[in-house]
């Protein structure tokens, strides 16, 4: 289980900061989701659990009216492998756009040589395009250069560790 801990956690940390940020500023309300939890076995105080299966993405809330939903995501190579997502996760995101909810993912790029990652706004909408072509048969992954020239590289911003609301577009909305 120490594994799971570690596994997204330096982007989650930076993304933690933002939304701390964000709520004690007023701009938004965004909550990390804890993983889902069985419990095992109740000692005493000591209580065995292990993860139930995963029915969600990391992060939800709520931004001048819209509901968010997204997953962060990291990788080491210059490309973004599809199977970091999960069926479920992919179609959580599909239900939560239909239905008027702004998703999407933000994608970290550690890579070799580099001080700090490169970090991107993926669209559910230029996600989807990847998903269902990967389906029949294309590309299972997204090169770091589609992030680059169609993504919107999120950084620290007007105090904030990393401002991704910006990607959004929302923040030219009203409210």
């Known amino acids: 289980m120490a594994r799971l801990a570690k596994k997204g956690s330096r982007l989650e940390m930076l993304i933690d900061m933002t939304n701390n940020e964000y709520r004690n500023g ?4 965004v909550d990390k989701v804890p993983p889902p939890l069985k419990i095992g ?10 993860l139930d299966k ?6 939800t809330g709520v931004y001048k009216g819209y509901s968010l939903n997204f997953d962060a995501k990291e990788t080491t ?15 959580t995101m599909k239900l939560w756009n239909r239905h008027g909810g702004v998703t999407f993912l933000i ?7 580099k001080n700090e990652p490169e970090i991107y ?13 990967k389906d029949s048969g294309g590309s299972k992954s997204i090169p770091i250069k589609y992030f680059r020239d169609h993504c919107m590289r999120i950084e620290c911003r007007n ?17």
């Not at 007023?26 to 309300?29: H, K, R, S, T």
């Not at 995963?54 to 992060?59: T, V």
């Not at 490309?79 to 996760?89: D, G, I, T």
């Not at 105090?159 to 009203?174: I, R, V």
Request: zero cysteines; charged letters at 15%; aromatic letters at 20%.
């Open 107 to 113: 994608v970290a790029f550690w890579l070799k040589g």
């Open 26 to 29: 007023g701009v938004a309300v």
């Open 159 to 175: 105090g904030f560790t990393l401002h991704y609301l910006l990607a959004l577009g929302l923040h030219q909305l009203g409210g």
């Open 77 to 91: 190579v210059e490309r973004f492998p599809l199977a970091n997502l999960a069926n479920h996760q992919y179609e």
């Open 54 to 59: 995963a029915a969600w993405l990391d992060y």
């Open 121 to 133: 706004y993926l669209a559910y909408k230029q996600l989807a395009k990847f998903w269902e072509f």
């Open 41 to 50: 076995k109740v000692v005493g105080k000591n209580v065995d659990a292990y």
